[in-house]
Nanobody, 119 residues
Framework: QVRLVESGGGLVQAGGSLRLSCAAS????????MGWYRQAPGKQRELVAT??????TDYADSVKGRFTCSRVNANTVYLQMNSLKPEDTAVYYC??????????????WGQGTQVTVSS
């Protein structure tokens, strides 16, 4: 059983910074990518940033230059969020794609962590 555990959310003023972390546990042989999505009230879940097992990153246009996704090790990723804006307020979800375990290949989601940016 694969679990993704997120931490680091909270309340911050506009212009401030937060760092989210996500650790994947379980018997994981490999995975294609890890990343972050977010969902604001009344909106669809959207991609924030991803990083592949090779280290390639992809960012939403709205966060480029402010957010950095990095991989600490094979199963742990960070999302460093700087210059936060009120529109960044959302529940942030960790995602792991193409995870290979004894049960085969699947994608997994974390439980989500709330980020609130006050103006």
């Amino acid at each position: 059983q694969v679990r993704l555990v997120e931490s680091g959310g909270g309340l911050v003023q506009a212009g401030g910074s937060l760092r989210l972390s996500c650790a994947a546990s379980g018997t994981i042989f490999s995975m294609n990518a890890m990343g972050w999505y977010r969902q604001a009230p009344g909106k669809q879940r959207e991609l924030v940033a991803t990083i592949t097992d090779g280290g390639s990153t992809d960012y939403a246009d709205s966060v480029k230059g402010r957010f950095t996704c990095s991989r600490v090790n094979a199963n742990t990723v960070y999302l460093q969020m700087n210059s936060l804006k009120p529109e960044d307020t959302a529940v942030y979800y960790c995602n792991a794609k193409g995870v290979i375990t004894t049960r085969g290949r699947a994608d997994y989601w974390g439980q989500g962590t709330q980020v609130t940016v006050s103006s």
